[in-house]
């Protein structure tokens, strides 16, 4: 068992790049992060890709994911690599960084507490909200609303976690912003309460 702490935990084989992670993260096994940041709490197991993302605290991400699917110029004569990575095949050139700039201006942003599951794609622009649920082999291609369940290829919403006054309430009391010791103590309500006997007994 991996005992998280302060320092985020990243596996062995696992590349982060210009990131920023927060505490008790975890990176997993064969995983990459790249110029993204992940929040306190969160985490992602293992063959994930991660690359320019803004992803909030306690994000729970699945194995396979793929946040951020690399578009290719569809408008050039060639989708292919020679004509931006060019450095690659011709001696001599340059990359075409004005490509790779407008790839890293289509960041990904996600919410707190969010579930990506198991082989998910998330497209380059997309905002996902807090507490959303994005189900399994799903391609999100359109924005995920706040404690919204999107399944399918493309991605859909088929249904709601919670009445939008519960959501409301859920955001305002914001309690992935409490203390490492607030939450502690109260685990056991987190274990036993549903969603609307939490928010009664810690609404202020």
């Known amino acids: 068992m991996t005992k998280l702490g302060i320092e985020p935990h990243i596996h062995a084989t696992a590349h982060v790049t210009e990131s920023t992670l927060g505490r008790y993260t975890e990176v997993g096994a064969g995983s990459h992060v790249a110029r993204s940041t992940l929040g306190d709490y969160?985490?992602?197991v293992e063959n994930t890709q991660i690359a320019y993302a803004d992803i909030g605290k306690f994000a729970n991400i699945a194995s396979h994911v793929r946040i951020y699917a690399s578009m290719h110029p569809m408008e050039r004569a060639s989708l292919h690599?020679?004509?931006?990575?060019s450095a690659w095949y011709f001696e001599g050139e340059a990359d075409d960084q004005d490509f790779f700039?407008?790839?890293?201006a289509s960041?990904?942003?996600?919410g707190h507490d969010t579930w990506i599951g198991?082989?998910?794609?998330?497209m380059p622009g997309i905002k996902i909200?807090?507490?959303a649920i994005i189900g399994s082999n799903a391609v999100v291609t359109k924005d995920v609303a706040d404690f919204a369940?999107?399944?399918g290829v493309p991605a859909r919403t088929i249904k709601q976690r919670f009445r939008d006054?519960?959501?409301?309430?859920?955001?305002r009391l914001a309690w992935w912003d409490w203390s490492h010791e607030r939450l502690h103590q109260a685990l056991p309500d987190f274990r036993t309460l549903g969603a609307e006997g939490f928010l009664e007994k810690y609404e202020g």
Do not use: E, M, P, Q
Request: glycine fraction near 12%.
């Open 107 to 110: 960041r990904i942003s996600i």
């Open 149 to 151: 369940i999107a399944v």
């Open 42 to 44: 969160s985490y992602c």
């Open 118 to 122: 198991h082989g998910a794609v998330i």
């Open 101 to 104: 700039d407008w790839r890293a």
């Open 81 to 85: 690599h020679f004509t931006y990575r």
């Open 165 to 171: 006054d519960v959501a409301g309430r859920l955001d």
């Open 129 to 131: 909200g807090n507490g």
